[in-house]
């Protein structure tokens, strides 16, 4: 099992910005790519974005895309997910874990995640 820190969320107005990050250890990402998932109270844990460790393809649930964009640092294991023009319905906690290349099998288990809060 890889371990995953997820960090940078808080708390801001809707139309806001905010930049996650995502420090992996413990486990290759090498063919690979690193996920990002969120959970909203009450709802399932859904699929956000993901960039390929190998490549530099990202991915994205329709419901972000224009607006969130997820990069990698390999040197350092992290990804990041810039989040731009935030909607209240944005509002979850934001996880990430390794996942199969182009798709959102995930492999570790969850870490403690990073909360986003957006403010009408």
Known sequence: ????????????QAGGSLRLSCVVSGR????????????????????????GWNGD???YANFVKG????SKDKPKNTA???MNNLKPEDAA???CNRV???????FD?????TLVTVSP
Not at 109 to 113: D, I, S
């Open 1 to 12: 099992q890889a371990r995953v820190v997820e960090s940078g969320g808080g708390l801001v």
């Open 28 to 51: 290759t990402l090498d063919n690979l790519a690193l996920g990002w998932f969120r959970q909203a109270p009450g709802k399932e844990r859904e699929f956000v974005a993901a960039i």
């Open 57 to 59: 393809s990202g991915y």
């Open 67 to 70: 607006r969130f964009t997820i």
């Open 80 to 82: 990041y997910l810039q």
């Open 93 to 95: 906690v934001y996880y």
């Open 100 to 106: 199969r290349a182009g798709t959102t099998v995930t």
């Open 109 to 113: 288990a969850w870490g403690q995640g």
